[in-house]
């Protein structure tokens, strides 16, 4: 019996237009040098210290977050709920 697609997995599969944000990532994707901006920046950013402590979030994850929170003003609580309500995000 073949296996059912779960259902974010047939929403993809019927999607047929690419939505303006989607475009608009891809292209940010296509056009910001991350490798070259995340070794700019890596040296500075915060590390685990010998006493420990909490770790910080990867520097990829926060530059990718940092973006878009920037481009479309959104505040620190409504960045965090529109990357747990879009997919494109």
């Known amino acids: 019996m073949p296996k059912q697609p779960a259902f ?28 070259r901006l995340l070794a700019l920046i890596a040296p500075h950013y915060p590390k685990v210290g010998p006493k420990g402590g909490r770790p910080p979030m990867p520097l990829e994850v926060m530059l990718r977050v940092y973006f878009p ?4 003003a959104l505040s620190d609580p409504m960045a965090e709920e529109t990357l747990y309500d879009s997919e494109a995000m």
């Not at 019927?14 to 292209?27: D, H, I, P």
């Not at 929170?69 to 479309?72: G, S």
Request: glycine share 4%; aromatic share 12%; with cysteine.
């Open 69 to 72: 929170q920037n481009w479309y």
């Open 8 to 35: 974010p997995g047939l929403r993809d599969a019927m999607k047929k237009k690419v939505t303006r944000r989607e475009q608009f990532l891809a292209e940010l994707a296509a056009v910001v040098p991350w490798c």
